[in-house]
Protein backbone atom coordinates (compact mmCIF):
# COMPACT_ATOMS: atom_id res chain seq x y z
CA UNK A 1 0.00 0.00 0.00
CA UNK A 2 3.06 2.48 0.82
CA UNK A 3 3.55 5.08 3.30
CA UNK A 4 1.07 7.33 1.80
CA UNK A 5 -1.52 5.04 2.00
CA UNK A 6 -4.30 7.31 3.13
CA UNK A 7 -2.67 10.18 1.73
CA UNK A 8 -5.21 12.13 -1.03
CA UNK A 9 -3.49 14.53 -3.61
CA UNK A 10 -4.67 16.46 -6.82
CA UNK A 11 -2.67 16.92 -9.27
CA UNK A 12 -2.74 19.66 -11.93
CA UNK A 13 -1.42 18.53 -15.10
CA UNK A 14 1.58 19.78 -16.27
CA UNK A 15 5.34 18.90 -17.62
CA UNK A 16 8.92 17.81 -16.05
CA UNK A 17 9.20 17.91 -12.41
CA UNK A 18 5.41 18.36 -11.26
CA UNK A 19 4.30 15.00 -13.21
CA UNK A 20 7.63 13.24 -11.75
CA UNK A 21 6.39 14.55 -7.96
CA UNK A 22 3.18 13.02 -8.62
CA UNK A 23 4.41 9.89 -9.81
CA UNK A 24 6.46 9.09 -7.00
CA UNK A 25 3.56 10.50 -4.44
CA UNK A 26 1.98 7.60 -6.31
CA UNK A 27 4.64 4.93 -6.14
CA UNK A 28 4.62 5.51 -2.62
CA UNK A 29 0.81 5.08 -1.94
CA UNK A 30 -0.69 8.23 -2.44
CA UNK A 31 -3.98 8.33 -4.05
CA UNK A 32 -3.12 11.07 -6.70
CA UNK A 33 -5.81 12.19 -9.10
CA UNK A 34 -4.53 14.37 -11.82
CA UNK A 35 -6.93 17.42 -12.88
CA UNK A 36 -6.31 17.14 -16.80
CA UNK A 37 -7.80 18.64 -19.91
CA UNK A 38 -11.72 16.76 -21.31
CA UNK A 39 -10.69 13.64 -23.07
CA UNK A 40 -6.77 13.22 -21.77
CA UNK A 41 -8.14 10.37 -20.28
CA UNK A 42 -8.62 8.75 -23.81
CA UNK A 43 -6.02 10.36 -25.52
CA UNK A 44 -3.61 8.72 -22.56
CA UNK A 45 -5.34 4.87 -23.19
CA UNK A 46 -4.91 5.03 -26.57
CA UNK A 47 -1.17 6.05 -26.46
CA UNK A 48 -0.93 9.64 -27.63
CA UNK A 49 -1.12 11.54 -24.68
CA UNK A 50 0.72 12.73 -21.73
CA UNK A 51 4.05 12.03 -21.26
CA UNK A 52 5.33 7.97 -19.28
CA UNK A 53 5.35 9.94 -15.99
CA UNK A 54 1.99 10.99 -16.18
CA UNK A 55 0.85 7.86 -16.01
CA UNK A 56 -0.65 5.47 -13.16
CA UNK A 57 -2.78 8.29 -11.89
CA UNK A 58 -6.41 8.28 -12.34
CA UNK A 59 -7.18 11.49 -14.59
CA UNK A 60 -10.67 13.57 -14.27
CA UNK A 61 -11.37 15.65 -17.18
CA UNK A 62 -11.79 19.28 -16.47
CA UNK A 63 -12.40 22.41 -18.84
CA UNK A 64 -10.83 24.75 -15.39
CA UNK A 65 -11.83 28.05 -17.28
CA UNK A 66 -15.38 27.05 -17.12
CA UNK A 67 -17.52 27.41 -13.88
CA UNK A 68 -18.19 23.77 -13.84
CA UNK A 69 -14.62 22.82 -14.04
CA UNK A 70 -13.46 25.41 -11.89
CA UNK A 71 -16.48 23.61 -9.30
CA UNK A 72 -15.48 20.24 -9.40
CA UNK A 73 -11.51 20.98 -8.77
CA UNK A 74 -12.51 22.81 -5.45
CA UNK A 75 -14.76 19.83 -4.53
CA UNK A 76 -11.72 18.06 -4.82
CA UNK A 77 -9.36 20.31 -3.36
CA UNK A 78 -11.83 20.32 -0.46
CA UNK A 79 -11.40 16.68 -0.06
CA UNK A 80 -7.50 16.34 -0.84
CA UNK A 81 -4.26 16.61 1.90
CA UNK A 82 -2.23 17.64 -0.82
CA UNK A 83 -2.48 19.99 -4.00
CA UNK A 84 0.52 19.84 -6.64
CA UNK A 85 0.87 22.43 -9.40
CA UNK A 86 3.50 23.31 -11.78
CA UNK A 87 2.53 26.43 -13.77
CA UNK A 88 4.15 29.90 -13.94
CA UNK A 89 3.27 32.33 -11.08
CA UNK A 90 -0.42 33.58 -11.15
CA UNK A 91 -2.04 30.66 -13.43
CA UNK A 92 -3.74 29.20 -10.40
CA UNK A 93 -4.32 32.00 -9.43
CA UNK A 94 -6.53 33.56 -12.63
CA UNK A 95 -8.56 30.14 -12.47
CA UNK A 96 -9.80 30.92 -9.29
CA UNK A 97 -7.80 28.31 -7.43
CA UNK A 98 -4.88 30.29 -6.01
CA UNK A 99 -3.65 29.80 -1.94
CA UNK A 100 -5.76 31.86 -0.80
CA UNK A 101 -9.40 30.32 -1.78
CA UNK A 102 -8.05 26.55 -1.57
CA UNK A 103 -6.86 27.39 2.09
CA UNK A 104 -9.77 29.09 3.35
CA UNK A 105 -11.97 26.04 1.65
CA UNK A 106 -9.48 23.66 3.16
CA UNK A 107 -7.05 24.95 5.90
CA UNK A 108 -5.82 21.48 6.24
CA UNK A 109 -4.47 21.55 2.54
CA UNK A 110 -0.59 21.65 1.43
CA UNK A 111 -0.58 23.91 -1.94
CA UNK A 112 2.60 22.44 -3.34
CA UNK A 113 4.06 24.48 -6.16
CA UNK A 114 6.61 23.99 -7.99
CA UNK A 115 8.47 26.30 -10.96
CA UNK A 116 11.83 26.92 -12.15
CA UNK A 117 12.18 30.40 -10.64
CA UNK A 118 10.63 30.62 -7.67
CA UNK A 119 6.84 32.30 -6.71
CA UNK A 120 8.46 35.54 -6.83
CA UNK A 121 11.90 37.60 -7.49
CA UNK A 122 12.68 39.29 -10.85
CA UNK A 123 12.66 35.99 -13.37
CA UNK A 124 9.70 34.53 -11.38
CA UNK A 125 7.57 34.79 -14.45
CA UNK A 126 10.26 34.35 -17.04
CA UNK A 127 10.06 31.10 -19.04
CA UNK A 128 13.04 28.65 -18.78
CA UNK A 129 14.28 25.49 -18.81
CA UNK A 130 16.57 23.01 -16.44
CA UNK A 131 19.90 24.65 -18.06
CA UNK A 132 18.34 27.57 -17.40
CA UNK A 133 17.44 27.67 -13.74
CA UNK A 134 21.38 26.31 -13.10
CA UNK A 135 22.93 28.57 -15.27
CA UNK A 136 22.19 31.74 -12.40
CA UNK A 137 23.57 29.59 -9.66
CA UNK A 138 26.81 28.43 -10.69
CA UNK A 139 25.47 24.82 -10.83
CA UNK A 140 26.14 24.16 -14.64
CA UNK A 141 29.54 26.65 -15.11
CA UNK A 142 31.19 23.59 -12.56
CA UNK A 143 30.32 21.07 -15.16
CA UNK A 144 32.60 19.87 -17.64
CA UNK A 145 35.87 19.42 -17.97
CA UNK A 146 39.22 22.25 -18.27
CA UNK A 147 39.58 22.62 -22.11
CA UNK A 148 35.54 22.75 -22.81
CA UNK A 149 32.35 24.89 -21.98
CA UNK A 150 29.95 23.54 -19.41
CA UNK A 151 28.29 20.59 -20.32
CA UNK A 152 24.19 20.06 -19.26
CA UNK A 153 23.60 17.28 -17.21
CA UNK A 154 20.41 16.35 -19.16
CA UNK A 155 17.74 17.55 -16.84
CA UNK A 156 18.63 15.91 -14.07
CA UNK A 157 19.90 19.24 -11.40
CA UNK A 158 17.22 21.24 -12.02
CA UNK A 159 14.14 19.84 -12.93
CA UNK A 160 14.31 16.40 -10.93
CA UNK A 161 16.99 17.11 -8.13
CA UNK A 162 16.26 20.64 -7.85
CA UNK A 163 12.29 20.90 -8.64
CA UNK A 164 10.61 17.02 -8.18
CA UNK A 165 12.81 16.26 -4.89
CA UNK A 166 12.71 19.23 -3.65
CA UNK A 167 8.96 19.59 -3.92
CA UNK A 168 8.21 16.17 -2.44
CA UNK A 169 10.65 17.12 0.76
CA UNK A 170 8.39 20.21 0.93
CA UNK A 171 5.10 18.49 0.71
CA UNK A 172 6.85 15.63 3.40
CA UNK A 173 7.73 18.12 5.49
CA UNK A 174 4.36 20.16 5.30
CA UNK A 175 2.41 16.84 6.18
CA UNK A 176 4.74 15.83 9.53
CA UNK A 177 4.04 19.66 10.64
CA UNK A 178 0.11 19.58 9.98
CA UNK A 179 0.00 16.52 12.40
CA UNK A 180 0.97 19.03 15.32
CA UNK A 181 -0.39 22.05 14.00
CA UNK A 182 -3.15 21.02 12.28
CA UNK A 183 -2.89 23.50 9.25
CA UNK A 184 -1.46 23.52 5.97
CA UNK A 185 0.55 25.68 4.24
CA UNK A 186 2.04 26.76 0.84
CA UNK A 187 4.97 24.64 -0.82
CA UNK A 188 7.04 26.72 -3.16
CA UNK A 189 9.35 25.02 -4.41
CA UNK A 190 11.83 26.22 -7.09
CA UNK A 191 14.20 24.46 -9.26
CA UNK A 192 17.02 27.67 -8.72
CA UNK A 193 17.09 27.27 -4.90
CA UNK A 194 17.00 23.50 -5.17
CA UNK A 195 19.79 23.08 -7.37
CA UNK A 196 21.66 25.77 -5.49
CA UNK A 197 21.23 24.20 -2.12
CA UNK A 198 22.47 20.65 -4.13
CA UNK A 199 25.97 22.53 -4.66
CA UNK A 200 26.49 23.19 -0.71
CA UNK A 201 29.48 20.73 -0.66
CA UNK A 202 30.77 22.50 -3.33
CA UNK A 203 30.46 25.73 -1.18
CA UNK A 204 31.93 24.71 1.75
CA UNK A 205 35.33 23.31 -0.20
CA UNK A 206 35.54 26.33 -1.99
CA UNK A 207 35.41 28.76 0.94
CA UNK A 208 38.06 26.20 2.28
CA UNK A 209 40.68 26.48 -0.74
CA UNK A 210 40.01 22.88 -1.97
CA UNK A 211 37.78 23.78 -4.83
CA UNK A 212 38.32 26.53 -7.56
CA UNK A 213 35.89 28.30 -9.70
CA UNK A 214 38.09 26.78 -13.27
CA UNK A 215 36.00 24.07 -14.38
CA UNK A 216 37.58 20.23 -14.87
CA UNK A 217 40.41 21.09 -12.37
CA UNK A 218 38.89 19.76 -9.16
CA UNK A 219 38.83 16.74 -7.68
CA UNK A 220 35.03 15.65 -8.29
CA UNK A 221 34.75 17.42 -11.47
CA UNK A 222 37.25 15.38 -14.22
CA UNK A 223 40.25 17.38 -12.75
CA UNK A 224 41.70 14.64 -10.38
CA UNK A 225 43.02 11.76 -12.97
CA UNK A 226 41.22 8.90 -10.12
CA UNK A 227 37.55 10.64 -10.55
CA UNK A 228 37.18 10.54 -14.48
CA UNK A 229 36.14 8.61 -17.01
CA UNK A 230 38.18 5.82 -19.17
CA UNK A 231 38.01 5.25 -22.69
CA UNK A 232 38.70 0.97 -23.22
CA UNK A 233 40.09 -1.05 -26.08
CA UNK A 234 36.83 -1.27 -27.23
CA UNK A 235 35.70 2.26 -27.74
CA UNK A 236 33.54 2.05 -24.71
CA UNK A 237 34.33 3.12 -21.10
CA UNK A 238 34.56 2.87 -17.26
CA UNK A 239 34.04 4.93 -14.53
CA UNK A 240 36.95 5.55 -11.85
CA UNK A 241 36.42 6.85 -8.09
CA UNK A 242 39.26 5.79 -6.06
CA UNK A 243 39.22 8.88 -3.51
CA UNK A 244 40.24 6.97 -0.57
CA UNK A 245 43.74 5.82 -0.10
CA UNK A 246 42.74 2.34 0.85
CA UNK A 247 40.73 2.35 -2.95
CA UNK A 248 43.09 4.20 -4.74
CA UNK A 249 45.77 1.24 -3.94
CA UNK A 250 43.09 -1.14 -5.08
CA UNK A 251 43.05 0.51 -8.25
CA UNK A 252 46.40 1.25 -8.86
CA UNK A 253 46.96 -3.01 -8.06
CA UNK A 254 44.12 -4.19 -10.52
CA UNK A 255 46.15 -2.08 -13.38
CA UNK A 256 49.31 -3.78 -12.21
CA UNK A 257 50.96 -0.25 -11.01
CA UNK A 258 52.68 0.87 -8.06
CA UNK A 259 52.46 3.88 -6.14
CA UNK A 260 56.65 4.39 -5.84
CA UNK A 261 56.85 4.37 -8.96
CA UNK A 262 54.32 7.09 -9.38
CA UNK A 263 53.43 10.82 -8.25
CA UNK A 264 51.99 10.95 -5.22
CA UNK A 265 47.91 10.78 -5.64
CA UNK A 266 46.93 13.78 -4.28
CA UNK A 267 50.23 16.36 -5.68
CA UNK A 268 48.42 18.12 -8.43
CA UNK A 269 51.61 18.76 -10.55
CA UNK A 270 51.69 15.20 -10.83
CA UNK A 271 48.13 14.63 -12.07
CA UNK A 272 49.08 15.04 -15.52
CA UNK A 273 51.11 12.34 -15.36
CA UNK A 274 48.88 9.88 -13.40
CA UNK A 275 46.55 9.93 -16.25
CA UNK A 276 48.71 9.50 -19.02
CA UNK A 277 49.78 6.36 -17.31
CA UNK A 278 46.34 5.35 -16.34
CA UNK A 279 44.35 6.02 -19.63
CA UNK A 280 47.90 4.00 -21.13
CA UNK A 281 46.96 1.20 -19.32
CA UNK A 282 43.14 1.00 -19.58
CA UNK A 283 42.85 1.08 -23.26
CA UNK A 284 45.06 -2.21 -23.02
CA UNK A 285 41.77 -4.53 -22.26
CA UNK A 286 37.79 -4.11 -23.63
CA UNK A 287 35.47 -2.42 -20.90
CA UNK A 288 33.69 -6.11 -19.73
CA UNK A 289 37.09 -7.48 -18.91
CA UNK A 290 38.16 -4.42 -17.24
CA UNK A 291 34.59 -4.69 -15.35
CA UNK A 292 35.60 -8.93 -14.33
CA UNK A 293 39.49 -7.64 -13.58
CA UNK A 294 37.89 -5.20 -10.24
CA UNK A 295 34.56 -7.55 -9.98
CA UNK A 296 34.72 -8.01 -6.34
CA UNK A 297 37.34 -5.00 -5.20
CA UNK A 298 37.13 -1.72 -3.22
CA UNK A 299 39.00 0.11 -6.24
CA UNK A 300 35.67 1.94 -7.51
CA UNK A 301 35.88 1.18 -10.81
CA UNK A 302 32.31 0.18 -12.78
CA UNK A 303 31.96 -0.38 -16.51
CA UNK A 304 29.55 2.63 -17.79
CA UNK A 305 26.58 1.01 -19.36
CA UNK A 306 24.24 2.22 -22.09
CA UNK A 307 20.07 2.44 -21.05
CA UNK A 308 20.02 -0.73 -23.33
CA UNK A 309 22.74 -2.39 -21.13
CA UNK A 310 21.74 -1.16 -17.65
CA UNK A 311 19.20 -3.69 -16.76
CA UNK A 312 21.27 -6.88 -17.85
CA UNK A 313 23.75 -5.88 -14.94
CA UNK A 314 23.61 -8.42 -12.27
CA UNK A 315 22.83 -5.44 -9.26
CA UNK A 316 20.32 -3.67 -10.88
CA UNK A 317 18.51 -7.53 -11.93
CA UNK A 318 18.09 -8.62 -8.53
CA UNK A 319 17.43 -5.33 -6.90
CA UNK A 320 14.54 -4.72 -9.93
CA UNK A 321 16.26 -1.33 -10.28
CA UNK A 322 15.44 -1.13 -14.25
CA UNK A 323 13.24 -3.89 -15.82
CA UNK A 324 12.00 -4.32 -19.28
CA UNK A 325 8.81 -4.15 -19.91
CA UNK A 326 8.25 -4.85 -23.32
CA UNK A 327 10.16 -2.27 -25.53
CA UNK A 328 10.04 -0.28 -22.52
CA UNK A 329 12.29 0.38 -19.70
CA UNK A 330 11.03 0.94 -15.83
CA UNK A 331 12.50 2.08 -12.78
CA UNK A 332 11.54 0.42 -10.12
CA UNK A 333 10.68 1.79 -6.66
CA UNK A 334 12.94 4.10 -4.81
CA UNK A 335 13.54 4.59 -1.74
CA UNK A 336 12.38 1.08 -0.22
CA UNK A 337 10.48 0.30 2.70
CA UNK A 338 10.36 -2.90 4.97
CA UNK A 339 6.68 -2.63 6.11
CA UNK A 340 4.97 -0.34 4.04
CA UNK A 341 6.68 -1.10 0.49
CA UNK A 342 4.93 1.38 -2.38
CA UNK A 343 5.19 0.05 -6.01
CA UNK A 344 5.66 1.11 -9.47
CA UNK A 345 2.39 2.84 -10.77
CA UNK A 346 3.01 3.65 -14.48
CA UNK A 347 3.01 1.22 -17.43
CA UNK A 348 -0.47 0.13 -15.97
CA UNK A 349 -4.56 0.90 -17.22
CA UNK A 350 -5.02 3.75 -16.24
CA UNK A 351 -7.13 4.05 -12.76
CA UNK A 352 -11.16 3.89 -13.15
CA UNK A 353 -11.45 7.71 -12.40
CA UNK A 354 -15.24 7.26 -11.10
CA UNK A 355 -14.47 4.44 -8.31
CA UNK A 356 -11.31 6.96 -7.15
CA UNK A 357 -13.61 9.84 -7.34
CA UNK A 358 -16.32 7.48 -5.40
CA UNK A 359 -13.22 6.53 -2.61
CA UNK A 360 -12.84 10.35 -2.27
CA UNK A 361 -16.98 11.06 -1.72
CA UNK A 362 -17.71 12.35 -5.39
CA UNK A 363 -20.76 10.92 -6.65
CA UNK A 364 -21.36 10.53 -10.33
Known sequence: MGPLNGIRVVEFTGIGPAPMAGMLL?????????????????AMESGAGGPRMSEGRAVVGADLKSGEGRALALDLVGRADVLLEGFRPGVMERLGLGPDTCLELNPRLVYARVTGW?????????????????????????????DGPPVPPINLLGDFAGGTMFTVTGIL???????????GQVVDAAMVDGSSLLMSMLHEDRS????????????????????DVYE??????????????????????GLGLTEENLPNQWDRRGWPRLRERFAEV??????????????????????????EEAPDHPHVRERGTLTREGDRLVSGPAPRFDRTPG????????PDAAAVLEEWGVGP
Request: hydrophobic share 35%.
Open 26 to 42: ADLGASVLRLDRPGAAQ
Open 118 to 146: GQDGPLSRTAGHDMNYISVNGALHSIGRA
Open 173 to 183: SALVERQGSGR
Open 208 to 227: KGVWTDERGTNYLDTGAPWY
Open 232 to 253: CADGRHVSVACIEPQFYAAFLE
Open 282 to 307: LLTRGRDEWGEAFEGTDACVMPVLSL
Open 343 to 350: GVTRGRAL
